[in-house]
């Protein structure tokens, strides 16, 4: 009987397997298909975690280039390893005005001799006492002193007037007297060989750092005029910008000036007078008035609090903003996203980001020459991590454009005039007309905003006024009512 029965048994498992065939295949593919998946999103997990360490890298280097380019001075003493000692001196000019001031220079007599090449009949040079301080400060060109001195330099040098010689002549008809300090140590900079964007560059954070490396590649080409010319336009449609900023915000801060101010002398001298007529009345105060009763006696007693909290509180935010770099991102992020405003800084960065980039561009900037530039002269923490992403798209072989895509804080019109200078090779050239554009259209918001915000402030102050001569006035209709 066993062995009748071998042959059934045999059959059975055969076609037991054969059926059961299809289940180990699905089964076989169902955990190859998770382990795939979970590779996968292993490999995603890292991938991602490996762009944001080369991200926060990237950053990290943009903030130490930033920081280097402060520095710079001086590290320039210490490769120099020249002993520099300061003297005050007292000079007469060729049109007999005696000028005072400071330089600095390894000894007394080579800072008399360089005054008197310069033309000046020394008076007295005499080394600096610990006291001695200067009165001027700061001495950085803007954006208007930086138009008229590249439109006078690089005219003078079209004149055939030598680079020096032209340097003199700026320092000379300069009104201010810390950059004319600036001016003399450029001279003398040149006086020793160096080139002009070295000698720049050693003034510290005095020229900007796009100016020094434009020079820098003027000197390269040879073309140093047209740069200058260059740069010049730059600045004038910089300081066009700036000014048509300043003008539509000056009226709304004297209106909140004037608001404040009257709000402050209405609570600190009128209403106190107020509050005593009412209590000797008897007089039923509403809560408005209450309100405007408790302001004022808070401020009146304690007026000191009131300054020190205003004054701690806008420090405290400055220093927070100038210092700590998530604190400065959160407050762009928010002015960002508000109406209007987040239109104004948009257009304003993508101009400026556009129009240094077609400069650098233009005149042979190598592209990761330009973005290390780039991030130096903004002072978004927005757009300093849009140029490190493009430097890390750039280090990965990727285009410029990638960087930019689907970016909330870059419009899409932009985008695509990049995508589109890509493609063609007219990246400078497309970089310009996008500048010209968003310049266009930042001024004409601008003005817009100044329309708007002019009857809005003036809404607002009547508000403030006539809510509290509201609570002053209310009570008083009570005692009227009590006298008849």
Same mark, same amino acid.
């Given at each position: 009987?066993?062995?009748?029965?071998?042959?059934?048994?045999?059959?059975?498992?055969?076609?037991?397997?054969?059926?059961?065939?299809?289940?180990?295949?699905?089964?076989?593919?169902?955990?190859?298909?998770?382990?795939?998946?979970?590779?996968?999103?292993?490999?995603?997990?890292?991938?991602?975690?490996?762009?944001?360490?080369?991200?926060?890298?990237? +950053?990290?280097?943009?903030?130490?280039?930033?920081?280097?380019?402060?520095?710079?001075?001086?590290?320039?003493?210490?490769?120099?390893?020249?002993?520099?000692?300061?003297?005050?001196?007292?000079?007469?000019?060729?049109?007999?005005?005696?000028?005072?001031?400071?330089?600095?220079?390894?000894?007394?007599?080579?800072?008399?001799?360089?005054?008197?090449?310069?033309?000046?009949?020394?008076?007295?040079?005499?080394?600096?006492?610990?006291?001695?301080?200067?009165?001027?400060?700061?001495?950085?060109?803007?954006?208007?002193?930086?138009?008229?001195?590249?439109?006078?330099? @690089?005219?003078?040098?079209?004149?055939?007037?030598?680079?020096?010689?032209?340097?003199?002549?700026?320092?000379?008809?300069?009104?201010?007297?810390?950059?004319?300090?600036?001016?003399?140590?450029?001279?003398?900079?040149?006086?020793?060989?160096?080139?002009?964007?070295?000698?720049?560059?050693?003034?510290?954070?005095?020229?900007?750092?796009?100016?020094?490396?434009?020079?820098?590649?003027?000197?390269?080409?040879?073309?140093?005029?047209?740069?200058?010319?260059?740069?010049?336009?730059?600045?004038?449609?910089?300081?066009?910008?700036?000014?048509?900023?300043?003008?539509?915000?000056?009226?709304?801060?004297?209106?909140?000036?004037?608001?404040?101010?009257?709000?402050?002398?209405?609570?600190?001298?009128?209403?106190?007078?107020?509050?005593?007529?009412?209590?000797?009345?008897?007089?039923?105060?509403?809560?408005?008035?209450?309100?405007?009763?408790?302001?004022?006696?808070?401020?009146?007693?304690?007026?000191?609090?009131?300054?020190?909290?205003?004054?701690?509180?806008?420090?405290?935010?400055?220093?927070?903003?100038?210092?700590?770099?998530?604190?400065?991102?959160?407050?762009?992020?928010?002015?960002?996203?508000?109406?209007?405003?987040?239109?104004?800084?948009?257009?304003?960065?993508?101009?400026?980001?556009?129009?240094?980039?077609?400069?650098?561009?233009?005149?042979?900037?190598?592209?990761?020459?330009?973005?290390?530039?780039?991030?130096?002269?903004?002072?978004?923490?927005?757009?300093?991590?849009?140029?490190?992403?493009?430097?890390?798209?750039?280090?990965?072989?990727?285009?410029?454009?990638?960087?930019?895509?689907? @970016?909330?804080?870059?419009?899409?019109?932009?985008?695509?005039?990049?995508?589109?200078?890509?493609?063609?090779?007219?990246?400078?050239?497309?970089?310009?007309?996008?500048?010209?554009?968003?310049?266009?259209?930042?001024?004409?918001?601008?003005?817009?905003?100044?329309?708007?915000?002019?009857?809005?402030?003036?809404?607002?102050?009547?508000? +403030?006024?006539?809510?509290?001569?509201?609570?002053?006035?209310?009570?008083?209709?009570?005692?009227?009512?009590?006298?008849?």
């Amino acid at each position: 009987m066993e062995a009748l029965a071998m042959p059934f048994i045999f059959i059975y498992h055969v076609v037991r397997y054969i059926l059961l065939t299809p289940k180990r295949i699905l089964n076989y593919a169902h955990t190859g298909f998770l382990s795939i998946i979970d590779k996968l999103s292993r490999g995603k997990v890292t991938e991602k975690r490996q762009a944001k360490k080369d991200e926060d890298k990237a +950053i990290l280097k943009v903030e130490s280039m930033m920081n280097a380019s402060k520095l710079n001075a001086k590290e320039q003493i210490v490769l120099d390893k020249e002993p520099v000692s300061s003297f005050r001196y007292k000079v007469k000019g060729s049109n007999g005005k005696i000028i005072s001031g400071t330089f600095e220079g390894p000894n007394k007599d080579e800072v008399k001799f360089f005054l008197q090449n310069e033309g000046y009949e020394v008076i007295e040079v005499v080394p600096r006492k610990f006291y001695d301080v200067d009165i001027n400060i700061g001495g950085k060109f803007t954006a208007a002193d930086l138009s008229f001195s590249l439109t006078q330099l @690089s005219t003078y040098l079209k004149a055939g007037i030598a680079l020096i010689d032209s340097v003199r002549i700026l320092e000379k008809q300069s009104e201010k007297a810390e950059q004319r300090k600036i001016y003399q140590k450029v001279v003398y900079e040149l006086l020793k060989g160096q080139d002009l964007s070295t000698a720049m560059e050693k003034q510290g954070d005095k020229f900007p750092t796009l100016l020094v490396n434009m020079i820098k590649t003027a000197e390269l080409t040879g073309d140093l005029t047209s740069v200058l010319d260059d740069m010049a336009d730059y600045y004038t449609s910089k300081e066009e910008t700036r000014k048509a900023m300043v003008s539509a915000m000056t009226y709304p801060i004297i209106v909140l000036c004037i608001a404040i101010g009257v709000v402050i002398f209405i609570l600190v001298s009128i209403v106190p007078s107020f509050v005593s007529m009412y209590e000797d009345n008897d007089a039923e105060i509403p809560a408005i008035t209450t309100f405007v009763m408790a302001a004022s006696d808070f401020i009146v007693n304690h007026y000191m609090i009131v300054i020190l909290v205003v004054g701690i509180s806008v420090g405290a935010f400055v220093f927070l903003y100038k210092k700590i770099r998530g604190f400065r991102k959160n407050v762009q992020l928010v002015l960002m996203h508000i109406p209007v405003a987040s239109q104004i800084i948009i257009y304003s960065e993508v101009y400026n980001f556009t129009k240094t980039f077609a400069s650098l561009l233009n005149h042979g900037v190598f592209i990761t020459d330009s973005m290390e530039v780039l991030a130096k002269i903004t002072n978004n923490e927005i757009y300093k991590e849009l140029v490190a992403k493009t430097i890390i798209n750039l280090n990965k072989g990727a285009n410029i454009s990638e960087s930019f895509k689907g @970016s909330w804080a870059f419009p899409v019109a932009a985008y695509e005039m990049i995508v589109t200078g890509e493609k063609t090779g007219q990246l400078g050239l497309m970089m310009e007309k996008v500048a010209n554009y968003y310049q266009v259209l930042h001024k004409t918001l601008v003005k817009q905003m100044q329309s708007f915000i002019e009857p809005l402030m003036i809404a607002f102050l009547a508000l +403030i006024v006539g809510t509290i001569l509201l609570a002053v006035v209310v009570p008083m209709f009570d005692i009227y009512g009590k006298i008849q």
